[in-house]
């Protein structure tokens, strides 16, 4: 067995939930979860050099993750914007998860750019300044994002403003 095989099954044995729980809180939708996460490991286990440090492999495939959605979102906007006829898709809600779809869709209201933040900062429990890293812009731009992404949700999602983390 290759030594990226043995790398490569180790973080799916150990990481792979929740790397695919990390794509569905960026994306939102579980077949578009899984491609990115598996579009995402093709990015990284195509190189030639790869570690065998899990928590290393584990961050790369993040990153990989966060850069390909963000690029996806920018993409599909831009594509969007020159369609003229779109259909709207009708969501399935299932009274199991009304709280977590009613969630879904609140992120998914979200600019590319303050949903990627405010997963980072809540469900990675990152710091200000670790999701600036993370993103590659400034902890004011992140704070900014943070910022707009509470005003957005807060309405949307019943939150008072004593309530609001």
Same mark, same amino acid.
């Given at each position: 067995?290759?030594?990226?095989?043995?790398?490569?099954?180790?973080?799916?044995?150990?990481?792979?939930?929740?790397?695919?729980?990390?794509?569905?809180?960026?994306?939102? *939708?579980?077949? +578009?979860?899984? @491609?990115? $996460?598996?579009? &995402? !490991?093709?990015?990284?286990?195509? #190189?030639? =050099?790869?570690?065998?440090?899990?928590?290393?492999?584990?961050?790369?495939?993040?990153?990989?993750?966060?850069?390909?959605?963000?690029?996806?979102?920018?993409?599909?906007?831009?594509?969007?914007?020159?369609?003229?006829?779109?259909?709207?898709?009708?969501?399935?809600?299932? *009274?199991?998860? +009304?709280?977590? @779809?009613? $969630?879904?869709? &609140? !992120?998914?209201?979200?600019?590319? #750019?303050? =949903?990627?933040?405010?997963?980072?900062?809540?469900?990675?429990?990152?710091?200000?300044?670790?999701?600036?890293?993370?993103?590659?812009?400034?902890?004011?731009?992140?704070?900014?994002?943070?910022?707009?992404?509470?005003?957005?949700?807060?309405?949307?999602?019943?939150?008072?403003?004593?309530? +609001?983390?």
């Amino acid at each position: 067995m290759a030594d990226w095989e043995h790398a490569f099954r180790a973080l799916l044995a150990t990481r792979g939930s929740a790397l695919r729980s990390y794509a569905y809180l960026l994306t939102g *939708d579980p077949a +578009a979860a899984g @491609d990115l $996460v598996q579009e &995402a !490991l093709t990015r990284v286990f195509g #190189r030639r =050099r790869i570690g065998e440090d899990i928590d290393q492999l584990e961050a790369y495939v993040r990153r990989a993750m966060l850069n390909q959605y963000v690029d996806g979102r920018r993409r599909l906007a831009r594509w969007n914007a020159t369609r003229h006829l779109l259909v709207d898709v009708p969501h399935h809600d299932d *009274d199991r998860v +009304a709280v977590a @779809d009613e $969630v879904r869709r &609140a !992120l998914g209201t979200l600019s590319p #750019r303050q =949903r990627a933040c405010v997963v980072l900062r809540y469900y990675e429990d990152l710091t200000v300044a670790e999701v600036a890293a993370e993103l590659g812009c400034a902890e004011g731009t992140v704070k900014r994002h943070l910022a707009d992404a509470r005003a957005k949700l807060a309405p949307q999602l019943g939150v008072t403003e004593g309530s +609001a983390p």
